[in-house]
């Protein structure tokens, strides 16, 4: 069993960052890969970012490109989202998931994941 936990969400004004955690316990994280997934009000959860267990590959989804960053601390048994520039429609609650399948490259879809978080809820005013 692997649990995950959030933390850091919160709410910010547009413009601003924040950086969220997910601490995860049992299992053997570092040979996991991450995912990082969100869901608006009324809406159906989406893809947000991924890592590799090694940290080396990283996927973003396109909206969140080149102001949203994942990264990994093996060590610590955690994984990160820095979110930059904010924007309203970045609002919703956002997941952890850990993939303990042990592949090579992240995956995007939500199915692949099978261990997940309670969530962070990130309100972003305008």
């Known amino acids: 069993q692997v649990q995950l936990v959030e933390s850091g969400g919160g709410l910010v004004r547009a413009g601003g960052s924040l950086r969220l955690s997910c601490a995860a316990a049992?299992?053997?994280?570092?040979?996991?890969?991450m995912g990082w997934f969100r869901q608006a009000p009324g809406k159906e959860r989406e893809f947000v970012a991924a890592?590799?267990?090694?940290?080396?590959?990283?996927y973003y989804t396109g909206s969140v490109e080149g102001r949203f960053t994942i990264s990994r601390d093996n060590a610590k048994n955690t994984v990160y989202l820095q979110m930059n520039t904010l924007k309203p429609e970045d609002t919703g609650i956002y997941y952890c998931?850990?993939?303990?399948?042990?592949?090579?490259?992240?995956?995007?879809?939500?199915?692949?994941?099978?261990?997940w978080g309670q969530g962070t809820q990130v309100t972003v005013s305008s």
């Open positions: 049992g299992g053997a994280f570092s040979l996991y890969n």
């Open positions: 998931a850990a993939d303990t399948r042990i592949r090579g490259l992240p995956r995007q879809v939500m199915s692949e994941y099978d261990y």
């Open positions: 890592i590799s267990r090694s940290g080396r590959t990283t």
